[in-house]
T-cell receptor, first 114, second 113 residues
Framework: NAGVTQTPKFQVLKTGQSMTLQCAQDMNHEYMSWYRQDPGMGLRLIHYSVGAGITDQGEVPNGYNVSRSTTEDFPLRLLSAAPSQTSVYFC?????????????FGPGTRLTVL | DAKTTQPTSMDCAEGRAANLPCNHSTISGNEYVYWYRQIHSQGPQYIIHGLKNNETNEMASLIITEDRKSSTLILPHATLRDTAVYYCIVRPAYETSGSRLTFGEGTQLTVNP
């Protein structure tokens, strides 16, 4: 298994540009999440999904959209990039909700918005 | 989710045991204690989790006090590659908001040669 994969690894955008960060997992996990990590800080939840067709907002959803058309994929879209969205983005997946279920993380996408 | 408190940083000599404490005095009966670590620039890595009993796996041991208000992660023979930020997280057994993890600031463990 490849686990959780993310593309691209690095991206530089200009203010106002849009782009999609890709996330895929091959473990048949129902639950997937997107986090962002700013320098020197912990991870903050952006959006999450409890299954195909079902998504919901985390603690910092503004400026981001998600969709979940398949179990495997959970892309994150930046609608109009802003310098405040410069961060490292991590995708994660797990087989179940709540305690007792380990989350697997991808390697991250490092995004810079100029 | 219950709040956790960890020391900001710790040092450990290579080959010695690293004992990382975590305080979670407001933990409730159905909440698990999880440990993750993040090596510089990489995605967080799961280490271990437990509910009431002590747990051990190939990476570490987790000791939870009888009142469950604190725990200690033990890396039995620390290596330079164990240098990382270690996060102690408390999660309820049953959630309706997906598998969210609330990361605090963690403990920066530095293993010295």
């Amino acid at each position: 298994n490849a686990g959780v994969t993310q593309t691209p690894k690095f991206q530089v955008l200009k203010t106002g540009q849009s782009m999609t960060l890709q996330c895929a997992q091959d473990m048949n996990h129902e639950y997937m999440s997107w986090y962002r990590q700013d320098p020197g800080m912990g991870l903050r939840l952006i959006h999450y999904s409890v299954g195909a067709g079902i998504t919901d907002q985390g603690e910092v959803p503004n400026g981001y959209n998600v969709s979940r058309s398949t179990t495997e994929d959970f892309p994150l879209r930046l609608l109009s990039a802003a310098p405040s969205q410069t961060s490292v983005y991590f995708c994660a997946s797990s087989s179940g909700q709540g305690g007792g279920n380990e989350q697997f993380f991808g390697p991250g996408t490092r995004l810079t918005v100029l | 989710d219950a709040k956790t408190t960890q020391p900001t940083s710790m040092d450990c000599a290579e080959g010695r045991a690293a004992n990382l404490p975590c305080n979670h005095s407001t933990i409730s009966g159905n909440e698990y204690v999880y440990w993750y670590r993040q090596i510089h620039s990489q995605g967080p890595q799961y280490i271990i989790h437990g509910l009431k009993n002590n747990e051990t796996n190939e990476m570490a041991s987790l000791i939870i006090t009888e009142d469950r208000k604190s725990s200690t992660l033990i890396l039995p023979h620390a290596t330079l590659r164990d240098t990382a930020v270690y996060y102690c997280i408390v999660r309820p057994a049953y959630e309706t908001s997906g598998s969210r993890l609330t990361f605090g600031e963690g403990t920066q463990l530095t293993v010295n040669p």
